[in-house]
């Protein structure tokens, strides 16, 4: 899905792409040796079909390495891309574009294909009126980089880290000996987040509306509970409720249509962000 601005979250790209230039070239570019001092001109393609992801990580690679750097998109940021496709050109020092190369691959890539799959999930739902969220299962260093790249596939961020949300799961309703104590307890917090919990069961799911959270998570729950935790969460709306219902736990791309159909709000999906499957680039010096 074409995105125009990035979200407020992510907000230490420059941090970030320091940190892999770091990592790849360290104290010298001993390969720069066998680059020209003059100019080059590269284009990168897809091999393969893909949701293009992570253009403001690739401009500040060049930006940081040398800001005379040129580039030119020829795809447009969360747009789709035919494999083979050109999706930028460069052009600026040689040995910049050489340096560069795979640190801005790797954004790209990475990205690209956590966009890729999530658009894959949102197609398979289409029509049903169900989103596709992700979770907290992300690639250390790169949480607010691949929760954007959720949204270019057309997905929906779950809460960003712990500092954004409260959600109760299985381990925090056992150390205070139940769902009730465990919602007591937050709400005790008085923060000024959103109050989530997962019921593992339809009596979790009744106490979770009577408190009127913000988001009830059902794990893997049979079908015929599901349709009664839409059931319970459609009436609690009506009578002027707010909570979302989402199933958490187990989705797959083969199972996500049907789990959309029995009615839930949206599915979070972890293997979004945590089975990540980059998408095949290659960049070529041009004559």
């Known amino acids: 899905m074409p995105v125009q601005t990035l979200p407020a979250y992510v907000g230490n790209i420059a941090e970030v792409v320091r940190a892999a230039l770091a990592e790849d070239v360290g104290n010298a570019d001993w390969t720069a040796l066998l680059s020209p001092n003059g100019s080059a001109k590269a284009r990168v393609i897809t091999r393969e079909a893909a949701v293009?992801?992570?253009?403001?990580?690739?401009?500040?690679?060049?930006?940081?390495?040398?800001?005379?750097?040129?580039?030119?998109?020829?795809?447009?940021?969360?747009?789709?891309?035919?494999?083979?496709?050109?999706l930028f050109t460069l052009q600026g020092p040689a040995r910049a574009l050489l340096t560069g190369e795979r640190c801005a691959l790797n954004f790209l890539q990475t990205l690209s294909g956590t966009a890729t799959t999530v658009a894959q999930y949102v197609d398979a739902v289409a029509?049903?009126?169900?989103?596709?969220?992700?979770?907290?299962?992300?690639?250390?260093?790169?949480?607010?980089?691949?929760?954007?790249?959720?949204?270019?596939?057309?997905?929906?961020?779950?809460?960003?880290?712990?500092?954004?949300?409260?959600?109760?799961?299985?381990?925090?309703?056992?150390?205070?000996?139940?769902?009730?104590?465990?919602?007591?307890?937050?709400?005790?917090?008085?923060?000024?987040?959103?109050?989530?919990?997962?019921?593992?069961?339809?009596?979790?799911?009744?106490?979770?509306?009577?408190?009127?959270?913000?988001?009830?998570l059902i794990d893997e729950l049979p079908d015929v509970e599901i349709r009664e935790a839409v059931r319970l969460t459609r009436e609690h709306r009506a009578r002027g409720g707010k909570t979302i219902l989402e199933y958490s736990g187990g989705a797959t791309l083969q199972s996500v249509r049907r789990i959309a159909e029995l009615g839930v709000d949206r599915i979070s999906v972890g293997s979004l962000t945590k089975h990540v499957r980059a998408i095949d680039l290659s960049m070529r010096i041009l004559p």
């Open 52 to 86: 293009v992801c992570g253009r403001p990580w690739v401009d500040e690679v060049f930006r940081q390495l040398d800001p005379s750097m040129q580039l030119q998109w020829q795809v447009q940021e969360g747009g789709r891309a035919a494999a083979d496709a050109v």
């Open 127 to 216: 029509g049903t009126g169900c989103a596709i969220a992700d979770t907290r299962k992300t690639l250390p260093g790169l949480r607010t980089a691949q929760k954007y790249a959720v949204l270019c596939g057309g997905g929906v961020n779950h809460r960003i880290g712990l500092y954004d949300g409260i959600l109760i799961k299985e381990n925090h309703i056992a150390a205070t000996g139940g769902i009730a104590a465990a919602l007591s307890a937050a709400r005790a917090l008085n923060a000024a987040v959103p109050l989530m919990t997962e019921a593992e069961n339809l009596d979790e799911a009744h106490t979770a509306l009577a408190e009127n959270v913000d988001l009830l």
